[in-house]
Each structure stands twice: as C-alpha cells, then as structure tokens.
C-alpha cells in the first residue's frame, strides 16, 4: 500500500510542479490581458470587448489549480492558534480528521462539478464565442486535484509514513 501511495505522491509531486507553472502562465496571461484593455480603453477610446471575459476564465481557472497547489505544502489559510496549543499526538489525530473530511467533502462535490460542466459546455461565451465548458471543467479538474491530495495526504498522517513531518507539516514561522 505504501509503495503505491509513494508512486501515487511521487506523479503527483510532478503533476503538481506542472500545475504550478500553469498557474504562474495563467496569472502572466491574465495581467497582460488585463493590461491591454487598459490600454485599449484608456490609450485608444475603444475597449476590448473580450478580454473580461478571458480574464474571468483565467481566473476561475487560477483559483480551482492554486487551491490544490496549496494543499499540497499546506500553505493554505488555517488557524493554528488551538492546534498549536495540542499534544503533537492529538495535533496528528486532528490532521488526519481535517484530511479526512476535506478529500470526502471533494469526492461529494466531485460529481455534482462535473454535472454542471457538462450542462455549461453546451453553452457559448458571449464575446469570446468558445464554450462555457472551458471555464466549467475548471471546477472538476481542480476539485479532483485537491481530493487525490487530501486523501495522500490523510494517508501519510494515518501511517505516520516517513517524511510525513518535513513534507507536509511546516512549523510556524
């Protein structure tokens, strides 16, 4: 089990290096996007009529992929004022139920994403005229993204794996 779950962490490690630079390629797009309506409306008197458009898809895309990249350092926003205060055995215990309950709250959410992506993609974008279902499968691929991470994750606490306390547990700084 655990030579899968090293297999399972180890593509993921590279998927996730992957949807870093996604992200910082997206969050680069969207800033010379947002420039050049600026530009355009401000410069030229004519603002572009797609580019808002393009942004929001950007970002939804941005918000669902950074969600899961942050979960995987656990750098996302968390109140470690109680935790802190704990034993480090019932610290782990509360790891494991808060890992636990996020990748099944994923797994619930999972279907119920997809189901609207496939209603959306029949759609078409305003002014772009592509597919709403590029912006909807956002919510599926990032919400999948965050369940495999949550359930390695409870699993490498569950076990206690080695390396689980330098790779996932930063202490405050």
């Known amino acids: 089990m655990k030579q899968f779950i090293n297999q399972i962490n180890k593509w993921y490690d590279k998927f996730n290096k992957l949807n870093e630079w ?3 390629f997206l969050m680069s797009a969207m800033c010379v996007d947002l420039l050049a309506q600026v530009g355009a409306r401000y410069l030229f008197q004519h603002p572009l009529t797609w580019s808002e458009e393009l942004a929001r898809y950007m970002f939804v895309w941005i918000a669902l ?3 899961a990249w942050c979960g995987r350092g656990h750098i996302h926003v968390r109140m470690t004022v109680v935790t802190g205060m704990l ?7 509360v790891q494991i139920i808060v890992s636990i309950t996020i990748a099944a709250t994923c797994f619930i959410l999972l279907p119920n994403a997809y189901k609207i992506f496939l209603s959306q993609s029949k759609l078409k974008a305003v002014t772009l005229g592509i ?10 691929v ?11 994750d409870a699993l490498y606490a569950i076990f206690d794996w080695p390396g689980y306390q330098a ?6 700084q």
């Open 142 to 152: 990032g919400i999948f993204m965050m369940a495999i991470q949550w359930t390695v």
């Open 87 to 93: 034993p480090k055995s019932v610290e782990r215990i």
């Open 131 to 140: 597919s709403l279902g590029i912006e909807y499968i956002a919510a599926p």
């Open 65 to 67: 992929l950074g969600s």
């Open 167 to 172: 790779r996932y547990v930063k202490e405050e």
């Open 22 to 24: 996604v992200i910082i």
